[in-house]
């Protein structure tokens, strides 16, 4: 019982489940990709792709004055930002500094998948680069903000994103690789019956 209470705590200590996910002044839910763009260039972001697409675009935040975001891809779905996915640097002083900014603006994440080390803080001020795993902060209307950090300590991320959103764009493109690839079978099969 004594465990169940700890851990009920542990998850309301971390919640910002009552605030909007914002980056660069824009509130991410809904938010419109040419509104979101034009915060994150006054900011001091800059586009970095040459060929970018609606689907791949990349931009260089290392001026916006985030410490350890050096660059992060946008995914949108008609004109609407579903997620941002930030490397994060492997400088040790700016990935620590990032880890202690999330916390002290959001509080200690929940771990999603536990660290290797026990008992160690996400935001702990010894720790080089922050105990392997996943740790999450939820937001009101479905949004969530995750840092990823892998086992080897490198390539780090941090991924702002609306799950609902997302979830329905990925079904949604899941479905239509199906459709495509339904169709391309039956036209296939067709050429061969013609041909017999």
Known sequence: MATLAIAAGAQAQV?????????YGVSLKNAKTSDFLR???AAGVESTSFFATSRDQIFYARRAGVPGLSQFALLEDQGAVLSLRFDVSNDPKESADLRALLVSKYGEPAVLVGS????MKFAAAAAPAAPDGIYEWQ??????????QPVNSAGATLTYSDTEATAKWEQNT?????????????????GIINNY
């Open 15 to 23: 919640s910002v489940a009552g605030k909007d996910l914002e980056l």
């Open 39 to 41: 915060s994150a260039k």
């Open 116 to 119: 290797r080390t026990i008992g």
């Open 139 to 148: 937001f009101a209307r479905g949004m969530k903000l995750v840092y990823a």
């Open 174 to 190: 899941r479905d239509a690789s199906s459709r495509f690839a339904s169709d391309a079978a039956q036209k296939q099969m067709a």
